[in-house]
C-alpha cells in the first residue's frame, strides 16, 4: 500500500501562491498559482487528490480576488466593484487564460507607475536644481544653498548630482558647502576622478591645507601614483611651506614623468 500526494509542481507553486497572496506579493503570487495550474493534470489523478488541489487553487482564488490590485484592475475593466475572478472546479484551463491577462495587465500596470515614477523624480530633480540656481542668482544664497542641500539628500544616490551641486555652489563662491559636497561625492562614489580634483582645489582655495592632503592622499589609493596627482600634491605642500615633503613628493612625480617641468622645478630649488 502506498498513499498518493500531488506532484511536487502543484504542491509547491500553488502553497507559495497561497503564502505570497497572504503577503500582498500579487504578481509573484500570480506567477506561482499559474506554474501550479500550468502542472495540473486532473485527468492522471484520482478522485481525492483531485478534489485537493481544486480546493487549493480555489483558495488560491479566493486570497487573489482579496487582492486590492486585482480588485481595482478588475472593476476598471468590468466597470463594477463587485468583480471578481472566477473559478469552477474542471475549468482550469479557462481560469489559466485569465489569469494570463490579469497578470499581464498588472505588470503592465505597475511598468507604467514606475515610468510615471521615474519621470516625476527627473522633473522635481530639474525644478529644485533649477530653483537653487535662481536663488543663487538673485543673492539669496541661505535659501539656496537649502534647496541644493534638498537636491543632494534626495538625489545624491545619482551618480554625478553631488557633483552638479558643488559646481553651482563654486559658481558663486560657495567653497566650503562645495567642498563638503565633493567630499560626500568621494565617500559615496569613490570611483569619481573628478570630485578629487575639485575638492581638493576647493580646500585649497579655503586654506584648508590638511584637508586637502586627505584628499590627494585618497586619489592616490583609488588610482594609484599618477604623476600629475602627485605633483599637484607637492604644490600643495609648497603652499603648506611643507618643503621636505614637497620635494620627495615632487622627486617622485618628475621620476615617474620627465616631461613635468614644474616637478622638476621644485626638485632643483630644494636640492
Known amino acids: 500500500m502506498f498513499s498518493l500526494s500531488m506532484p511536487p509542481a502543484v504542491s509547491h507553486n500553488l502553497n507559495r501562491a497561497r503564502s505570497l497572496l497572504r503577503r500582498d506579493d500579487t504578481i509573484r503570487a500570480l506567477d506561482a498559482m499559474i506554474a501550479g495550474i500550468d502542472a495540473f493534470q486532473p485527468n492522471t489523478m484520482p478522485g481525492k487528490l483531485r478534489f ?3 480546493v487549493l487553487i480555489s483558495e488560491c482564488v479566493q486570497e487573489l480576488n482579496r487582492q486590492p490590485m486585482v480588485r481595482s484592475l478588475l472593476e476598471k475593466l468590468s466597470h ?9 472546479p474542471g475549468k482550469e484551463v479557462k481560469l489559466l487564460s485569465l489569469l494570463h491577462l490579469v497578470i499581464k495587465a498588472l505588470k503592465e500596470s505597475v511598468a507604467s507607475r514606475e515610468r510615471n515614477a521615474v519621470e516625476e523624480r527627473v522633473k522635481r530633480k530639474e525644478l529644485l536644481l533649477q530653483k537653487g540656481t535662481e536663488l543663487l542668482k538673485a543673492g ?3 535659501r539656496g544653498k537649502a534647496t541644493l542641500r534638498v537636491v543632494a539628500e534626495e538625489f545624491g544616490n545619482e551618480k554625478g548630482i553631488y557633483l552638479q551641486v558643488s559646481d553651482l555652489m563654486m559658481e558663486y563662491n560657495l567653497l566650503f558647502e562645495a567642498a563638503e559636497m565633493l567630499d560626500r561625492a568621494i565617500a559615496e562614489f569613490p570611483k569619481e576622478a573628478k570630485a578629487y580634483a575639485k575638492a581638493a582645489q576647493c580646500w585649497i582655495n579655503l586654506r584648508e591645507f590638511e584637508k586637502a592632503e586627505a584628499v590627494y592622499l585618497g586619489a592616490l589609493k583609488n588610482f594609484g601614483k599618477h604623476p600629475r596627482t602627485l605633483l599637484n600634491m607637492a604644490k600643495l605642500y609648497l603652499m603648506w611651506n611643507k618643503k621636505e615633503q614637497a ?3 615632487a622627486l617622485e612625480a618628475y ?3 620627465k616631461s613635468l617641468e614644474e616637478a622638476k622645478e621644485i626638485v632643483d630649488r630644494f636640492s
Open 52 to 54: 485537493e488541489v481544486e
Open 80 to 88: 463594477s466593484p463587485n468583480a471578481t475572478v472566477p473559478y469552477q
Open 255 to 257: 621620476n615617474k614623468d
Open 247 to 249: 620635494f620627495s613628493v
Open 140 to 142: 539669496d544664497m541661505p
